[in-house]
């Protein structure tokens, strides 16, 4: 007989990012901003099912987003998980100019372990489905919703900055689909 799947540290995390996000909306997308979580967290059980990588990326933006402290992370789900939230952190403050948040970001990215990147590529190709989703629907419109200063051109060298520092996950389904809406959206 299998064992079954233990989910009560997932189920920990699902519901403290839940409480953490409530009552906040996806930009610009009208629905709660836990759903990107979800997607982030789905993304990452394709190429894993390591239970603090999943809880990481359901918790992937609660450090940036809310008024959770990687303190409290690291309280109620240990040192990985914490670390893990952590590269997915901006490692800048919204006053710096967007260039040069991107690219600390981006040098943040390319320096972390395989696993913040298997986090990352969660939380990123669930930013680029709804950019390409969104820009199929709206057209150049989109590139307005961004503090980019040069927009498309500013968010295309992102996503492929993006791709190049998430290139060790080139074998997975993810980062496929991440590089095929790319080079479609952009």
Known sequence: MNNPLDTQFFDKAVAFATQAHSGTE????????IIHCMEAASIVATITNDPEMLAAAILHDTVEDTSV???????????RVADLVAHETAPLSDDAPWRTRKEAQLAQLANASYDSKVVAMGD??????ALAAD???????????FHAPNGKEDIAWYYHS?????SDLAGT????????????TF
């Open 135 to 145: 820009y199929k629907t709206i057209g150049d419109q989109l590139w307005k919703r």
């Open 69 to 79: 402290t990687i303190e409290e992370i690291r309280s109620e789900f240990g040192d």
């Open 162 to 166: 993006l791709a190049d520092a998430l």
């Open 26 to 33: 996806r930009r610009g997308k009208g629905y709660p901003y």
């Open 173 to 184: 389904d993810a980062y496929l689909e991440f590089v095929n809406l790319i080079f479609d």
């Open 124 to 129: 990123k190709l669930s930013n680029m489905r």
